[in-house]
């Protein structure tokens, strides 16, 4: 069985970091490309970071660069995502997301919210 756990989320002000994690089980995690995705009441999910099996790239969208990274570490089956200098606009469940071809696998999601 394929889980995808998510922690790290909370309450945090604006201007703070947040580091969230994902520890995989159930597939060979160091093929998986890993994702996190963010949704916000209302709102589409959005990618929020990319990083491939290899761990030698990685994406970040234009409006999160600079503030965000994401990392893996294939020996823990972990995939972080550092979140620093927060915005109210980042409070959103934010999902981590493994896929490999036409395989694909999410977590449950971890809230963080940015307000002071």
């Known amino acids: 069985q394929v889980q995808l756990v998510e922690s790290g989320g909370g309450l945090v002000q604006p201007g703070g970091s947040l580091r969230l994690s994902c520890v995989v089980s159930?597939?060979?995690?160091?093929?998986?490309?890993m994702r996190w995705y963010r949704q916000a009441p209302g709102e589409e999910r959005e990618l929020v970071a990319y990083?491939?099996?290899?761990?030698?790239?990685?994406y970040v969208p234009d409006s999160m660069r600079g503030r965000f990274t994401i990392s893996r570490d294939n020996a823990k089956n972990t995939v972080i995502l550092q979140m620093n200098s927060l915005k109210p606009g980042d409070s959103a469940v934010y999902y981590c997301?493994?896929?490999?071809?036409?395989?694909?696998?999410w977590g449950q999601g971890t809230q963080v919210t940015v307000s002071s």
């Open positions: 990083i491939n099996s290899a761990n030698d790239m990685t």
């Open positions: 159930g597939l060979t995690f160091s093929i998986f490309a």
């Open positions: 997301h493994s896929r490999r071809g036409s395989l694909e696998f």
